[in-house]
């Protein structure tokens, strides 16, 4: 997803920002060295008398001006260096501060997005995705196949596989992924763990949870003063590249509920934009639940994993419990 215009604007203030504190920085110094070194200070204003002068030759049309002020403008610069290193400071101390040395805190490089670009990018979706500080415990590193035996290990197996390929063909195939079961098998876990990875390679990844999601809608919908934001919402839950809505049943299910449920389920589906749920519902409580319109959806264009087994989380807190 193309970033917003609020978040290129949001990228760049900060490079502002990092201009104008180095730029503070480096004027600090040359005050210090002055005040140190009043020799230094006088060097640079022979050398600016030197570059005026010269200039003023070139413009009489003198062409072998710049020969001598070369070799005299390198001379007083290594005379500043020696300065420097007289009291212990390096030789490139006055030199300009960049965060970023290759785009000179710019943000571009040969017209192309800087490095540090791409990494504000992903910074900056890390922040918005609502899941920050999961992904530190939830990510494929954390993965693990000791707690599944059988038909449990075999249907856990075949959803990492899933969650793999899901990644792999993020940018050529429209996909969606629906983890349904019991509690604690790891649904929300491989949700994390895809949400990572694609977070890592730029793309953005919203995450709610369920009840989370639909009580934000409701008080921004009811709440006339919250219709910007509303919309804004809205068009983040459209366009975004990957929507992970986590837990879906445990909110209070209603008309609104439902009706907003299925709003983006399908926007997301006309505009090909990726969607993931998770649930401890059955497919059968699935259909009792929520609308037939609704459950044609995902039964018809998510990639449906069933995983179970034992709850993991309490599995890990009994044996916590132990030590």
Known sequence: MALTNAQYDSIMRNYEKTQSRNTYLLDKRFKEIHEKIPKYQEIEHAISSLCIERGKQLLNGDSHATIPLHDQVSALSSEKKKLLRAVGYPDDYLEPIYDCP???DT???????????????????YEQSNIKEMLKEENF??????????EDLERFSQAVAGSKKFIEDFNLDYQNLFFYGTVGTGKSFLSSCIAKELMDKGHSVIYFSSSKLFDTLSKMTFEYRNKEELSRIYDDLYNCDLLIIDDLGTELTNSFVTSSLFSCLNERHLRKNATIISTNLSLEELSLRYSERIFSRITSYFHLYKLTGQDIRMHKKRIANRK
């Open 107 to 125: 943000g571009f490089l040969e017209g192309e997005k800087c490095s540090c670009f791409k990494q504000a990018i992903i910074n900056l979706l």
């Open 141 to 150: 590193s954390k993965l693990s196949m000791d707690y599944y035996i059988g």
């Open 102 to 104: 290759l785009c000179k």
